[in-house]
């Protein structure tokens, strides 16, 4: 290579915030970010979920009061996870219409309108009782087309509640045209989209989340439904197959871990793409911050930058209210 003449001076722009703000490349509004939200059916007060500091299981009158607060710092998409009174080997209350989130979702609406984005997580983890994203068959393993004629029927109650994207997170073969069809045949083809974990990988990052919606599986684990992580084309082919079945947006999950994916996604699909910056990756950043190994607050900021700028058009994070804020604050 040739030495670099002396006249170029990259120097130059890094020399004072304004010239950095000036040619900084990637930015993040709090309309880039989504924020995780657990209810929690019988409970009379919200619960801290101590593995995620911040986060917590909500009753739908504090879940009110959380949307309020992050409606006020401009984050106005809301990702919604239910965790129900009763479980069963089959998961049913998903798709019951009284049911946590179809409550909250009216709930929501009513309060905000269409000024807000409300997602729902469409999988069984959460309302199985042994906590695996479908029912299971004899010999333990999931049942791919009972879990996906499930999801559908959950992702039509959700989207009969308010739903205005419904996001399926089983990583079950076919998930997305069964719930396309059968949200079309509900008489939602034009309102109702699909946000699709196309490439989710089978991660110990998860571990909090499990804790916040107690849906652990009881036995066994996810790799037999979940990628696996060394492979970076088969995520890729997860993610055109959901394109082709009629995914409206894409998500690769975990985020840090996995940014190779989210570039690769983006750059094969050019679909609007979500990435998931999950409960172990939030908990490790503030695990390490109050050991004092690391400033917490700037480690979370290049976290979700670093995500943006492998090419994520939104980030699902639970650092969403605390990110607008101190964006607000400047
Ligand atoms: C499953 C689901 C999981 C997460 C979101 N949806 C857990 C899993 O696959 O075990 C994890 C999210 C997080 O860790 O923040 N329905």
Redesign the pocket.
Known sequence: MEPRPPTIRPRRLRRTPALRDLVRETRLTPTDLVA?LFVKEGIAEPQPVASMPGVAQHTVDSVRVEAKHLRAVGVTSWLL?GVPATKDPEGNEAANPDGIVAQTLRTLRDDHGDEVVLVA?T????YTDHGH?GPLRADGSVDNDAAVAAYARAAVTQAEAGADLVAP???MDGQVAAIRAALDSAGHAERVGIMA?CT?Y??A??????D??E???QFGD?AGY?LDPGNADEGVREALADVAEGADLLLV??AMAYLDMVWRVKQATGLPLAA???????AMLHAAAQYGWLDGDRAMAESLLGIRRAGADLI?T?AAAWFARRLQQG
């Open positions: 995780p996870f997580d999988c069984l983890d959460e994203c997170s089983g990583m974990y989710k089978a991660s990052f998860y571990g909090p989340f499990r916040a919606a849906c652990a599986p996810r979940q999950k975990p998931y910056q999950v409960s172990g990756e939030y699902i639970y």
